[in-house]
């Protein structure tokens, strides 16, 4: 019989199973909550659950881990991980507002939903070689459940409060897996990060803005935007050939319409755009949007010829849309010193393979 991954199940999904082995209702809600929320890694961790009913679970359930094989600590508290899959393929994904000192009690990993990206943004490290497979359910929570496993080891009260979506892939195109996987995250029993905590990040997969909105309307968006003209967008990023920026903002209109949630705007600088035209047309496109422009340095990719504009520069741009009554942050880097951005440690990794 079909083996079945197990931290993708959902409650209902387990009882079934339960049921069709045997074994008691009860059994499958201590076990979803040992992976879910006691975040183990071995059926032998399960200490209520005996060990023949452990075996005969084994016989349906499939417990894949992420295998860690790098961790990299910033000052700042940012961590980021290098995680290798049951088949060899690598993921990234990074845990950050992570430090021990800290009085602050926000924790957000950066999720990863796909194994590199069909859409190939030309400042992007995740997209240079295509797709190479969309992420389960299970290896989409499981990045969750095992960066909790391990800063648990030093931290047993640790807790993630928030997650994006916004590690290596688009997440609307493996949209199924990611709302499944946002729903065991979700849960009461799991390890219950509220869903307005969660944000999808997406290049502007239009028809699944619109389902998104739909399906889950709790669950918050950002749009990475990076410049307001289609001959430039579509340079920089190819999915703006399918859908332009005009089906893009009518889409944002329909999401905030449905959802009544404000949409973030991601806006990436470069030595290039950080001009006085291109805030003056972002804020035009902008206008009437229910949204937030979030701006960020680019982080240089080699081979991109990307530079990052210098402080003063940012917060001109920042100004110029403040002045046009368009809602800005400026937001610090995080992570700098050990290379945080989506794609760019697994690039490295596979370069000292070579
Ligand atoms: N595919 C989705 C989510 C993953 S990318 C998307 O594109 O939105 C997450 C974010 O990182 C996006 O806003 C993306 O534009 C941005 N990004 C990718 N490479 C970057 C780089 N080199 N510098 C700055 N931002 C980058
Ligand atoms: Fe894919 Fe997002 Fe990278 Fe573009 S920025 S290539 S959509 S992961």
């Known amino acids: 019989m079909e083996s079945i991954e197990l931290r993708g199940c959902l409650e209902d999904e387990l009882i079934?199973?339960?049921?069709?082995?045997?074994?008691?209702?009860?059994?499958?809600?201590?076990?979803?909550q040992w992976v879910q929320q006691k975040a183990v890694r071995t059926w032998a961790e399960m200490k209520n659950i005996g060990d023949r009913d452990r075996q005969?679970?084994?016989?349906?359930?499939?417990f894949d881990v992420l295998e860690k094989v790098r961790e990299q600590r910033s000052q700042d508290g940012t961590r980021k991980y290098l995680f290798r899959l049951f088949d060899g393929e690598m993921i990234e994904c990074v845990l950050m507002d992570y430090a021990r000192t800290s009085s602050r009690d926000r924790h957000t990993v950066c999720v990863s939903t796909q194994v590199g990206?069909?859409?190939?943004?030309?400042?992007?490290?995740t997209g240079v070689d295509g797709l190479r497979r969309n992420l389960s359910v299970g290896e989409i929570v499981g990045q969750v459940l095992d960066i909790t496993h391990y800063v648990r080891q030093e931290d047993p009260d640790f807790q993630v409060t928030n997650l994006v979506f916004m590690g290596m892939g688009e997440p609307l195109l493996n949209y199924d897996q990611v709302l499944q996987a946002i729903q065991?995250?979700?849960?009461?029993?799991?390890?219950?990060?509220?869903?307005?905590?969660?944000?999808i990040s997406t290049c502007g997969?239009?028809?699944?803005?619109?389902?998104?909105?739909?399906?889950?309307?709790?669950?918050?968006?950002?749009?990475?935007l990076h410049a307001a003209k289609d001959e430039v967008r579509n340079d920089l990023i190819p999915m703006n050939r399918r859908y332009p920026l005009m089906q893009l903002m009518e889409a944002c209109h329909v999401y905030t319409q449905i959802t009544h949630r404000r949409i973030t705007f991601e806006v990436a600088l470069t030595t290039e755009n950080a001009k006085k035209e291109e805030a003056e047309a972002l804020a035009r496109l902008l206008k009437g949007q229910f949204g937030h422009v979030n701006l960020i340095p680019i982080n240089p990719v080699a081979?991109?010829?990307?530079?990052?504009?210098?402080?003063?520069?940012m917060r001109?741009?920042?100004?110029?849309?403040?002045?046009?009554?368009?809602?800005?942050?400026?937001r610090e880097e995080r992570g700098g010193d050990i290379d945080a951005a989506c794609g760019q440690l697994r690039r490295q990794?596979?370069?000292e393979l070579l």
Request: proline share 4%.
């Open 205 to 224: 997969v239009v028809p699944k803005i619109i389902q998104l909105a739909k399906d889950n309307p709790q669950v918050g968006l950002a749009v990475s």
């Open 184 to 199: 065991l995250l979700n849960h009461g029993q799991g390890l219950n990060i509220g869903m307005r905590r969660m944000t």
């Open 117 to 125: 990206c069909a859409v190939g943004c030309a400042f992007c490290a």
């Open 316 to 330: 001109r741009f920042a100004q110029e849309l403040e002045d046009a009554g368009i809602s800005v942050s400026l």
């Open 303 to 313: 081979g991109t010829g990307m530079e990052r504009p210098n402080p003063e520069l």
């Open 56 to 62: 005969t679970m084994c016989s349906r359930l499939r």
């Open 16 to 32: 079934q199973i339960c049921q069709e082995l045997g074994l008691k209702r009860f059994r499958a809600t201590q076990l979803f």
């Open 349 to 351: 990794w596979e370069g």
